[in-house]
C-alpha cells in the first residue's frame, strides 16, 4: 500500500480505497467494476428528487462484488486483533482529527494499518496522509470496528460473465433525460456528479479489461468519446463548486453544462454499444 | 540580470503563497512545484476550488472561468503560473 496509490484510485468510500489500493498490487482489480454502471437518471433522481446525500447513496460496493466473484472474503469483529498478511482497516474516533484542517465525509470512517516495530504504520485516504503511531496512540483513537481482508484467489468466470452481462444491458438501456436544476439544488447536483464521474471512471477501466479479452473494441475514437465524457465532469463539478464557494450562482450557466454533459453521456452509451464484441 | 533576479523573486513569492494556500486547505508542512495536486496532495475536485478562492482571496484576483479548466492544473507549478498571469 502506498499513499500516491490511494490518491489514484477510483473510490467511492474509505474502505474502497483501501481495498482498492491494497488489492490492486496483487490482482487486476478492474474485473471489480463489472457493477459499477448506475444510468444518469438513477442518480440524478436519487440526489435531486429523494433527498440522497454522497455518503449515504447505495451503491453496490467494490467489495461487495469482489466476494462474488471468490477474489477476497472478509471479516468484521467489534475486538481489534491485528493479522499479517491480509488488509486490516480499523474504525477511527474524532481524535484522530484532532491535527487536521480536512474531515471525511461519513462520521464511520476508517484508515489502514500494517504492523511496525514500536506500533503501527497508518494509510488515511483524507486528508490523504500515511504515517506511525505508537501502540498507545492506536488505542486512543480505536473506535471499536475492526475490517479484515484477505485474497481467497478464486475468480468465477462465471459469475462475472453473468455480472458483465447484465451490466452491458443496462448501458444499453440507458436514456439520459435532460436535467435542468434550480438553485437551491446545487449542492445536490454538486454531489451527484460527484459520484457519477468515479463511476465513468469505472466503467473505462472495465471496458479496458473487457478489450484486453477481446471482448469489446476500445479503439481510439472511444477514448476520445470518454476522456471528453470525463473532462466534462470535471469541468462542470469546479464550475458548481466555484459557485458554491463564491456565493454567486449562474444557474443558467450550469443547465447549458447539463445540457452538453447529457449529449455525452448518449453518445458514450451508443458507443459502448456499437463496440461490444 | 536585475530584472531576471526580481522575476525569479516573485515567481519565488507567488510560491511561497500558494504553498500557504495548500497547507491551509490541507495540511501538511511543506510541497515543492513538482508535486501533482490529486494524487501527491490529495486535491480533489472540491478541495482544488478551495485552493483556488484561497488564492484569489490572498492576491485579491478574480480568475476567468476559462483559466480554470482541471484538466491542465496539475501540479503546483500550475497553480503557480496561473497566480502569475494575474498579478
Known amino acids: 500500500m502506498n499513499r500516491e496509490a490511494l490518491g489514484k484510485v ?30 444518469f437518471r438513477e442518480v440524478m433522481t436519487a440526489f435531486l428528487n429523494e433527498g440522497v446525500s454522497y455518503e449515504n447513496y447505495p451503491l453496490v460496493r ?43 465525509w461519513r462520521a464511520d470512517h476508517y484508515i489502514a494499518i500494517e504492523k511496525v516495530k514500536d506500533g503501527y504504520a497508518y494509510w488515511n485516504n ?7 503511531m505508537s501502540e ?18 478464486e475468480f468465477s468466470e462465471h459469475k462475472y460473465r453473468e455480472l458483465c452481462a447484465l451490466q452491458y444491458a443496462r448501458i444499453a438501456n440507458q436514456s439520459v ?25 469505472r466503467i473505462t477501466a472495465w471496458l479496458a479489461f473487457e478489450a484486453d479479452n477481446k471482448r469489446f473494441d476500445g479503439d481510439l475514437s ?17 464550475e458548481i463548486q466555484l459557485q458554491i464557494v463564491r456565493k454567486k450562482s449562474d444557474i443558467g450557466k450550469i443547465n447549458e453544462k447539463l445540457l452538453q454533459l447529457c449529449e455525452q453521456e448518449r453518445l458514450w452509451g451508443k458507443a459502448i454499444q456499437m463496440r461490444r464484441g | 540580470m536585475g530584472q531576471g533576479n526580481s522575476n525569479a523573486e516573485g515567481i519565488m513569492d507567488i ?22 495536486l490529486k494524487t501527491d496532495i490529495g486535491l480533489d475536485s472540491l478541495s482544488l476550488v478551495a485552493v483556488i478562492v484561497g488564492l484569489e ?25 496561473l497566480v502569475g498571469k494575474y498579478v
Not at chain 1, 493479522?83 to 480536512?102: A, D, Y
Not at chain 1, 483524507?126 to 506511525?132: A, D, I, K
Not at chain 2, 491551509?24 to 513538482?34: F, L, Q, R, Y
Request: charged share 35%.
Open chain 1, 177 to 201: 433525460d435532460e436535467v435542468r436544476i434550480t438553485e437551491e439544488k446545487l449542492v445536490d447536483l454538486r454531489d451527484a456528479l460527484l459520484v457519477l464521474k468515479v463511476l465513468r471512471k
Open chain 1, 10 to 39: 477510483l473510490s467511492l468510500s474509505c474502505v474502497e480505497n483501501y481495498f482498492l489500493g491494497y488489492f490492486q498490487e496483487r490482482f487486476d482489480v478492474r474485473p471489480l467494476y463489472a457493477e459499477s454502471f448506475v444510468p
Open chain 1, 136 to 153: 498507545n496512540r492506536t488505542n486512543e483513537i480505536y473506535d471499536g470496528a475492526y475490517l479484515i481482508f484477505q485474497e481467497k484467489g
Open chain 2, 57 to 81: 482571496e490572498k492576491f485579491g484576483i478574480e480568475f476567468d472561468e476559462s483559466d480554470l479548466d482541471p484538466s491542465k492544473i496539475i501540479r503546483v507549478q500550475d497553480l503557480v503560473e
Open chain 1, 222 to 238: 472511444f477514448q476520445i468519446h470518454t476522456e471528453k465524457l470525463i473532462q466534462l465532469y470535471e469541468r462542470i463539478l469546479v
Open chain 1, 126 to 132: 483524507y486528508p490523504l496522509s500515511e504515517g506511525r
Open chain 1, 62 to 104: 467494490l467489495q461487495e462484488t469482489s466476494e462474488k466473484l471468490g477474489l477476497t472474503e472478509h471479516r468484521y469483529s467489534e475486538k481489534f486483533h491485528y493479522q499479517k498478511n491480509k488488509l486490516n482497516l480499523i474504525r477511527v474516533n474524532r481524535e484522530f482529527f484532532n491535527r487536521s484542517k480536512l474531515l471525511p
Open chain 2, 15 to 36: 510560491f511561497r503563497n500558494v504553498e500557504e494556500v495548500i497547507i491551509d486547505a490541507v495540511g501538511g508542512d511543506s510541497i515543492t512545484a513538482e508535486l501533482e
